[in-house]
């Protein structure tokens, strides 16, 4: 409480209204489906809804120890109600519904309606699994398929309730914290020293794994990235668009991973550096079902994977005559080389090749040190304010363009999306601000918070209870622009799975907003004249290509699901929903686009090789060579 109110821009002031959004939002953290407390559970509690402030002031932890004994009575009786409903037969022609939506359900009002409420959890799970199955098995007949969903359904909720009932009150009490935490603001969170290490090891970007990234599907988790001279990048036997349908446990049994939770197919993943993990891999086709000539188990070895760094490659068309590169930058990332310096090696590199355009994505770069972001800023810049602070004691800070001269001349356009966070807002935002770059693609995070970490110990350390990291003030770009809630706009938009919602710090409800201070950046030469005309083209283009035509379809029926959150358990009802839900973008190939190497890396044909499968057929990154290529011939003309 001390650190908060000490340290925290917009502390939230301890009182009956902070007490009744504590309650109310570590009953949802509990159970944010609805389907282990009751109403009569709840009204025990509400003695609570006025005093938690008082508590938390007086050190007093009454109302956490008497959810922890309700919350373990209630995951008991509904466990008893899973048990009976296990070998259930489920009537698939019946015309009933689930509500997916918590915010839209309330308590059931009995243990009576809390049991039945079980039988609808249960059907819905049922129908996930049934209909899986008849996707990997179309040559069963139905009762194959029921065999499977059944056994499928209670291994789920036997491994729900294991996990459930394996939790501490330690472990209960971290989330109780953190529900305190978040009420000040998003960002600020409690780490205990083993979340602590985890974070650590993910922000100095190196950890043991397998080096990969995953995504659900309709059925199976599928890879979206294989992380360069990673595991399963040396394997040569899993790549982008796999589908990983099984992977072994610690006894070496294989977990079938349909319809499994991202979360846990992680955790089959990880393991000690140098022991090993199957995986059962299925390459993609386009028929229905499991070709199971395309499976091949493939045993991985876990092992240090180092993320990413800065990488830049020539792009290349037979009708284009500029000279054209890429750089991603995937974090910014620090350490005895940062990012900043690689950076600078890079584009003194495509600077020797003549190169006149840059496209530099930071499309999911979270951020990271905001020193390296600076430095980076000032290599486009002939001076000015670059970042401007203000703190919660009052006190202020403005860092400048360290050297005050444009080191690289170069045109710019700049690639964000919804995950582009904190220190990619800062980069992004100055380029726009000094009107610098072009900047492309959608709306970004909007984290314009900084945080610090702060230890929780006793006065002589002889407990330490782990450390805060909590928003200690605000950051603005040079021109005093706050990236906070509202992100960076681009200056040209190309639509994606999220255009028609709310993305980052707009979905939270009680984000952190702060306003734009009044401040004047000296008069800098405008890169950009013709923005009005590149957008006119990039618009004209877009709006006739097949593939950002299928991601608009793509965000129409994301936005439909979010707002029609009733699953019909009539199960022909339920094959419809499922199918109408399934969109997907088109893939048809860019003809006649490529990446070169640099001239330093000649020889690295397996980089090559790796690159090529990211970026020659990614349509955003293609629209915005485009772009460069007007923004070229537009700005000379």
């Known amino acids: 409480l001390q650190i908060i109110q000490e340290n925290h821009p917009s502390p939230q002031t301890i009182d009956d209204a902070l007490s009744l959004k504590i309650f109310d939002s570590f009953i949802n953290t509990l159970d944010s489906e609805k389907k282990y407390f009751t109403i009569d559970q709840i009204h025990e509690l509400q003695q609570f809804k006025n005093k938690i402030d008082d508590q938390l002031l007086a050190g007093s932890s009454q109302f956490f120890d008497e959810c922890f004994s309700l919350y373990q009575n209630a995951i008991s009786n509904s466990e008893t109600y899973f048990n009976k409903y296990q070998k259930h037969s489920f009537d698939l022609k019946l015309n009933e519904s689930y509500e997916s939506n918590s915010d839209q359900i309330s308590f059931q009002s009995s243990k009576k309606a809390l049991k039945k409420h079980w ?212 974090r910014f990332y620090r350490g005895e080389e940062g990012c900043a310096a690689h950076i600078y090696s890079l584009l003194k590199e495509l600077e020797s090749q003549n190169v006149e355009g840059v496209i530099f994505d930071l499309r999911n770069n979270k951020g990271g040190a905001s020193f390296e972001a600076i430095q980076i800023t000032g290599y486009f810049l002939e001076g000015g304010p670059i970042m401007r602070s203000q703190y919660a004691d009052g006190s202020s800070n403005m860092r400048e363009d360290p050297e005050p001269k444009e080191k690289f001349d170069m045109k710019l356009v700049v690639m964000t999306n919804p995950r582009s966070a904190s220190a990619s807002e800062l980069f992004a935002g100055n380029m726009q601000d000094y009107k610098r770059a072009i900047i492309v693609g959608s709306q970004t995070f909007g984290k314009g918070t900084m945080q610090n970490f702060h230890e929780i110990a006793e006065e002589n350390d002889s407990l330490q209870f782990g450390e805060i990291k909590l928003s200690v003030g605000s950051y603005y770009t040079g021109k005093g622009i706050s990236p906070q809630y509202k992100g960076i706009q681009p200056d040209i938009e190309l639509p994606n799975k999220f255009s028609l919602t709310k993305t980052g710090e707009r979905k939270i409800d009680n984000a952190l907003k702060f306003d734009d201070l009044d401040v004047k950046i000296p008069k800098a030469k405008s890169h950009i004249k013709q923005l009005e005309n590149i957008r006119k083209l990039s618009k004209s283009r877009t709006s006739n290509n097949e593939y950002f035509t299928s991601i608009l379809e793509q965000a129409k029926q994301y936005k439909a699901e979010q707002e029609n959150t009733t699953i019909d358990l009539n199960y022909e009802n339920f094959k419809k929903q499922k199918l109408h839900s399934i969109a997907q973008s088109s893939n048809k190939d860019i003809d006649d686009f490529e990446i070169q190497l640099l001239s330093f890396e000649k020889d690295k044909l397996d980089k090559l090789k790796y690159w090529q499968e990211k970026i020659e057929n990614d349509h955003y990154i293609y629209e915005c060579f485009k772009i460069m290529e007007d923004y070229l011939r537009l700005e000379e003309g």
């Not at 600020?188 to 922000?203: H, I, M, Q, T, V």
């Not at 993990?277 to 028929?287: A, D, I, L, M, Y």
Request: charged share 25%.
């Open 119 to 330: 039988r609808l959890v249960l059907k819905r799970q049922y129908l996930e699994e049934l209909y899986l199955s008849e996707i990997k098995n179309p040559q069963y007949n139905f009762e194959q398929h029921n065999q499977i969903a059944q056994k499928k359904t209670i291994e789920h909720f036997t491994h729900q309730f294991v996990e459930l009932k394996s939790k501490s009150k330690k472990d209960l009490f971290e989330k109780f914290i953190n529900t305190y935490l978040k009420q000040n603001d998003y960002q600020s969170e409690y780490y205990s020293k083993e979340e602590l290490d985890k974070w650590n090891a993910n922000y100095n970007r190196s950890f043991v794994g397998v080096g990969i990234s995953i995504e659900t599907t309709s059925d199976y988790p599928m890879v979206t990235n294989v992380i360069f001279n990673g595991p399963c990048w040396k394997t040569n036997k899993i790549f982008i668009g796999n589908k990983f349908l099984a992977i072994s446990d610690e006894q070496g049994e294989m977990i079938d991973l349909a319809g499994l939770p991202i979360k846990e197919v992680l955790n089959l993943l990880k393991g000690k550096k140098g022991t090993e993990v199957t995986v059962k891999v299925q390459n993609q086709g386009n028929e229905p079902g499991i070709d199971q000539a395309q499976i091949e188990e493939v045993i991985i070895q876990r092992d240090q994977v180092t993320m990413e760094q800065a990488n830049s490659f020539i792009l290349k068309e037979s009708s284009s005559e500029n000279n054209i590169a890429y750089l991603k930058l995937p």
